[in-house]
């Protein structure tokens, strides 16, 4: 199971967007079984506030940071090993 691990807090508007943005990634690739999708609170503890408050929503897979802000769609297919259907041109 890939382990996609989202940092949010509570009243953050873009944290809303990337979690909504994650869950239509997962369910639109056909990830539901190979992909478990956790929600961490900065505040819950303290070490996730210290490196993730000024960034935050953060998304990391398997423990790696893939983007922070908004949803890196590119970097995140990269991380699961998928293809992500964009060409560069």
Same mark, same amino acid.
């Given at each position: ?8 807090? *509570?009243?953050? %508007?873009?944290?809303?967007? !990337?979690?909504?943005?994650? +869950? ?7 990830? $539901? ?17 210290? *490196?993730?408050? %000024?960034?935050?929503?953060? !998304?990391?897979?398997?423990? +790696? ?7 890196? $769609? ?16």
């Amino acid at each position: 199971m890939i382990e996609v691990v989202l940092f949010h807090k *509570q009243d953050c %508007d873009l944290c809303e967007q !990337v979690l909504a943005e994650l +869950q239509s990634f997962i369910q639109g690739h056909g990830l $539901e079984r190979q992909v478990s999708l956790q929600l961490k609170d900065i505040l819950d503890r303290t070490e996730w506030y210290d *490196q993730y408050s %000024d960034r935050i929503p953060v !998304v990391a897979v398997n423990g +790696q940071v893939v983007s922070h802000y908004f949803l890196d $769609e590119p970097a995140l297919c990269e991380a699961l090993g998928i293809d992500s259907g964009k060409t560069d041109r």
